[in-house]
């Protein structure tokens, strides 16, 4: 194994390490028992519900801002094609894109899905083979309203961070709307940064655990 790979290993070891230890705090502090795992076909209309709940908020809000003639041309039947989005990713050809958070509920026979990230590499190419270099970006998220601001989010990211580090991703782009500052804030938390004015995040070198500089020749804004 030459030096890259054995940082590669590192930095995904490292990252994978995080949701577990982020796990301990937060059931220390809140008494919730959550785990991470795959997503498997079953998940997909669960994780549709909560994606379309997550987001309701932030349509409630653009919708006051635009008004509702141009709210609804701009996002037509938004909820069916949020939907129908999230439940994409849990089908055929995205095995091992998506996450889950699960809460054990000793009222429940079978853990609850309360939050899940999908990823994948960013769909960009660089004409140069001496520039290129892998780059991830994180698609969809969301953690149902009433299990928000207790951590689940984050251990979601890093756990994703550590799946793309362990498949040669040195860095991360999420697209993002300025006027979402809760998600712009939960992205902050983790380590991402605003590259260009506009709606686009890059997280840079996860290897090394830091944010050096955008990558070369990587898009300013996540597709």
């Known amino acids: 194994m030459d030096s890259a790979d054995s940082a590669m290993a590192a930095a995904a070891a490292a990252y994978g390490a995080q949701p577990q230890q982020q796990e301990q705090r937060q059931e220390q502090r809140s008494g919730l028992r959550t785990s991470i795992r795959d997503a498997a076909p079953a998940d997909a209309d669960a994780l549709a519900e909560i994606a379309v709940a997550a987001w309701q908020p932030i349509r409630r809000r653009q919708a006051q801002t635009l008004g509702p003639e141009q709210f609804a041309m701009k996002f037509p039947d938004w909820e069916s094609a949020k939907a129908a989005t999230v439940r994409q990713t849990c089908g055929v050809g995205f095995e091992g894109s998506v996450l889950v958070a699960t809460l054990v509920d000793a009222d429940r026979d079978s853990p609850v899905v309360v939050g899940f990230v999908s990823f994948g590499e960013h769909d960009w190419r660089e004409p140069d083979p001496a520039r290129r ?51 712009c804030r939960a992205y902050e938390k983790v380590g991402f940064r605003r590259v260009a004015p506009g709606d686009s995040y890059c997280r840079c070198d996860i290897t090394d655990h830091g944010l050096n500089s955008e990558p070369e020749g990587a898009p300013t804004h996540a597709l």
């Open 133 to 183: 270099r892998p780059v991830g970006e994180i698609w969809n998220n969301a953690v149902r309203p009433q299990f928000q601001q207790q951590g689940i989010g984050s251990r979601l990211y890093a756990a994703a961070l550590g799946r793309m580090a362990a498949a040669g991703m040195q860095s991360v782009l999420v697209g993002v709307g300025v006027d979402n500052v809760p998600a």
